[in-house]
Nanobody
Framework: QVQLVESGGGLVQAGGSLRLSCAAS????????MGWYRQAPGKQRELVAS???????NYADSVKGRFIITRDNAKNTMYLQMNSLKPEDTAVYCC??????????????WGQGTQVSVSS
């Protein structure tokens, strides 16, 4: 079993910053891809940013230049630094982690989600 614990959401004014964390624990052999997704009310879930084991990143156009995704492989933890936040960034943010368990079976786990609210 692989568990994900997210933290760092909250309420911030437009232009402010927040940092999200996602820590994976459990029977983990290795983690490949990690990513942050968000879903706003009435909208589909969208990929915000992703990062591979070796640090290759990918960002949604709407967050490029404002958000930075990083990971600490030793801690099985991923971060999302969100700067210059806009009201349209308001959503529930969920982390997704894919990798191998110690028995070498694959896993694709989701966090419980953390609310990010940006006021204008």
């Amino acid at each position: 079993q692989v568990q994900l614990v997210e933290s760092g959401g909250g309420l911030v004014q437009a232009g402010g910053s927040l940092r999200l964390s996602c820590a994976a624990s459990g029977s983990i052999f290795g983690i490949n891809a990690m990513g942050w997704y968000r879903q706003a009310p009435g909208k589909q879930r969208e990929l915000v940013a992703s990062i591979t084991y070796h640090g290759t990143t990918n960002y949604a156009d709407s967050v490029k230049g404002r958000f930075i995704i990083t990971r600490d492989n030793a801690k099985n933890t991923m971060y999302l630094q969100m700067n210059s936040l806009k009201p349209e960034d308001t959503a529930v943010y969920c982390c997704n982690v894919r990798g191998l368990r110690r028995d070498l079976s694959g896993f694709d786990s989701w966090g419980q989600g953390t609310q990010v609210s940006v006021s204008s």
